[in-house]
């Protein structure tokens, strides 16, 4: 235990550039604990040894401020290694954009980091010069600070902590009691007790109840999976995925070469007739609601009752100017357009450029939207589309937001039965943000108790139950098609669908105030 003791020691008398190296190696170690590595231990590890390098309570100000910097700095390193792949859509269009690629890779990490460095500040400062209160409060700030990542500034909440349960989905049904949040400030939770247990403290060792209590919690949440989950009566699905290279995908050339692609792929033979055959977003390079030649010809390739659903964008016009929306359309074998959504929550600086007026004269644009902005849709409602569950269609990004899925399950609006997420991941290549893409989505499925069908123009493609299991799936870069019938919504809504993160967040709020206030009296006897 001495030599432990010493080992921390020394660990924790850290300065300068090696402590703030140190905590930027311990945030990469924790992105390696994100999809596609998906190691879960090294989280642990990184917020084990994250805690006792800021484990110096000393009450004087360049303490506070050396802590900050310390989680600051964890927090960039954590960023930097999970969200390295935004960089590569800057060489789609590498002659425009290449120089500014220092922006998202390193400048963007710097705008997130403030989020949760900012909230374990507030848990420090509440926690007064009581280390082991620091170590349980961590996770609450943390938690704060990255539900205002998720929602300042229309939000980011790409790889939370509760993502490293990705690809373990018997970890991942606490999600359908608490969503992702939860179940990311439980994983800290834990890795504060093991970390107490190492402090020099009296019956610190009691501290090991908080992971053995999260592992037994995780063990009872997955009982609620069934070994088989039942099927859609009906429904028999395809998913088609092209793979079609970022940087080909809307040269004027080969626009109608892809589109001869998805049609040529459409009608591969199928073991089982097929009810729907669903494309990924903006699969179609044409106004399909305005070119009736081109659904005639489509029609033509339907069988009779079979319903194409497609990403295609589309224009209306308005006193301004036409509005352009990246939407999905269910078109029937007859021709008719009978469902269509409109993406709601669009990407920055993807989708369309913030204060246009602005930036555009200093030479930027928008990644996707070029000269002209896609509008946001105004309805997030679940359409109905022939032969399957009322859809709650989610484009690209926005399945990365938990409260996308959210719906207010009583009222006048069918509530959904199925998750539709049609997406084009081409834009960052071979990397891991594809593979973190389908770890938030499958989450999506958990915390909602619906089947989640995925439609990608380059990686992953997939079948999803409510329990976060992929039934049928392509990976990345391959050419083909996904087959399979659709899985049934759970009987009943999980807990989360109905409350969200409202309850964890007021929870976590009300943990640090009464901390704080726990510790002003305190001081003041």
Not at 376 to 381: E, L
Request: with cysteine.
């Amino acid at each position: 235990m001495q030599a432990v003791c010493a080992a921390l020691a020394a660990w924790q008398a850290l300065r300068g550039w090696r402590r703030y190296g140190a905590a930027i190696l311990l945030g990469v170690l924790l992105a390696g604990a994100q999809a596609p590595v998906s190691l879960w231990p090294l989280a642990f590890v990184a917020f084990v040894a994250l805690l006792h390098l800021d484990a110096d309570m000393a009450a004087d100000a360049a303490a506070r401020r050396r802590s900050f910097f310390t989680q600051f700095a964890f927090a960039y390193g954590y960023f930097v290694a999970g969200h390295y792949w935004i960089g590569i859509a800057f060489f789609v269009d590498a002659e425009k954009y290449a120089l500014l690629l220092p922006l998202p890779i390193l400048g963007l990490p710097l705008v997130l980091a403030a989020f949760p460095a900012t909230g374990v500040w507030l848990a420090r400062l509440v926690s007064g010069q009581r280390r082991v209160l620091y170590f349980l409060l961590l996770p609450f700030g943390w938690l704060v600070g990255e539900w205002l990542r998720g929602h300042v500034a229309t939000g980011f909440p790409w790889n939370l902590v509760g993502y490293i349960w990705g690809d373990w989905p018997a970890a991942m049904q606490l999600a359908a009691l608490i969503g992702a949040q939860g179940l990311g400030l439980l994983t800290m939770l834990a890795a504060s007790g093991l970390a107490i247990a190492l402090l020099p403290v009296p019956r610190a060792r009691f501290a090991l109840l908080l992971p053995l209590l999260f592992a037994a919690a995780m063990g009872l949440a997955a009982l609620r999976m069934p070994a088989e989950i039942a099927m859609t009566p009906g429904v028999q699905l395809r998913l088609v995925q092209p793979s079609i290279v970022q940087t080909l995908k809307w040269r004027d050339d080969l626009r109608q070469q892809h589109l001869q692609q998805h049609v040529a792929l459409s009608l591969q033979p199928a073991e089982t007739p097929l009810t729907h055959v669903i494309w990924p977003e903006t699969a179609i390079p044409y106004l399909l609601d305005e070119e009736v030649g081109l659904r005639t010809a489509l029609g033509r390739l339907l069988a009779p009752g079979t319903v194409l659903i497609t990403g295609a964008p589309r224009r209306e016009a308005a006193s301004r100017g036409a509005l352009i929306y990246n939407s999905i359309f269910a078109m029937t074998s007859d021709t008719e357009i009978v469902a269509r959504y409109d993406k709601v929550h669009l990407v920055p600086f993807g989708e369309y450029l913030p204060f246009r007026s602005i930036l555009k004269p200093l030479g930027l644009d928008a990644l996707a939207a070029g000269a002209v902005d896609f509008s946001p849709g105004s309805d997030a409602s679940p359409i109905a589309i022939p032969g399957l569950p009322f859809a709650r269609v989610l484009i690209c990004y926005e399945a990365i937001f938990a409260d996308e899925s959210m719906q207010v399950l009583d009222g006048p609006v069918p509530a959904a039965g199925l998750l539709l997420n049609l997406t084009n991941d081409a834009w960052f290549g071979r990397s891991s943000g594809p593979h973190q893409h389908l770890a938030a989505a499958r989450f999506r499925a958990v915390e909602q108790g619906l089947p989640l069908v995925r439609a990608a123009n380059n990686g992953i493609s997939a079948i999803v139950d409510p329990y976060g299991r992929i039934t049928a799936s392509l990976g990345l870069d391959a050419v083909g098609v996904v087959d399979g019938p659709l899985p049934a919504a759970t009987a009943q809504r999980p807990f989360y669908a109905r409350i969200g993160d409202t309850l964890l967040l007021v929870i976590a709020i009300v943990i640090l105030i009464t901390a704080f206030v726990f510790n002003r009296k305190t001081r003041s006897h």
